[in-house]
């Protein structure tokens, strides 16, 4: 999306999920005897949309224009066939929408059912807090894909993170 400069508004749950909570629980958990041999989900009951994250890449300093998916689409599918650029052709994949809303419905779903109180029961009883997913967190995020080359560096100066927990508006 940040490639293109435009993402599809999507109301999609993420599975969003630090990995530095996921790899202090996986060693918590695998320590507790009473614990083997169990399924665990790591997942972030207040995991933000899509769209969310979108908004925190703009706050961020990203130029990106959220669009409805159909315009979108349209945006992507004009961007290879005028600059030919192969890295968005994987973007294709998304491309009609009527293929992957299915999947995204499906995986929001799953993340809303999802169960994760026995997980949840057994980081407690480690002392292990999930740090949940805000804009502080997205912001570090950005700041490491930047630092790493992953990402360009944002067009405009960036806005500081939230200091609040949850996702700034926009």
């Known amino acids: 999306c940040i490639d293109v400069g435009a993402g599809p508004d999507l109301a999609y749950k993420t599975f969003l999920v630090p990995v530095d909570h996921v790899s202090a629980a996986v060693v918590a958990l695998a320590k507790l005897p009473a614990m083997a041999n169990r399924s665990f989900h790591l997942l972030e009951p207040q995991a933000p ?9 703009k706050r961020f300093g990203f130029a ?75 912001h570090r995020c950005f700041e490491h894909w930047v630092r790493s080359g992953f990402l360009p560096p944002p067009a405009r100066p960036l806005q500081e993170p939230s200091t609040r927990r949850g996702l700034a508006e926009s």
């Open 64 to 138: 990106l224009d959220i669009l409805k998916r159909e315009d979108w689409e349209a945006k992507v599918q004009t961007i290879i066939e005028q600059r030919q650029v192969d890295e968005l052709l994987p973007f294709l994949l998304l491309i009609p929408g009527e293929f992957l809303d299915p999947f995204l419905e499906a995986q929001s779903l799953l993340l809303e059912d999802a169960d994760s109180r026995q997980t949840r029961s057994a980081l407690d009883a480690a002392s292990i807090e999930f740090p949940g997913v805000d804009d502080a967190l997205l």
């Open 49 to 57: 949309t899509f769209t969310e994250v979108l908004q925190a890449a």
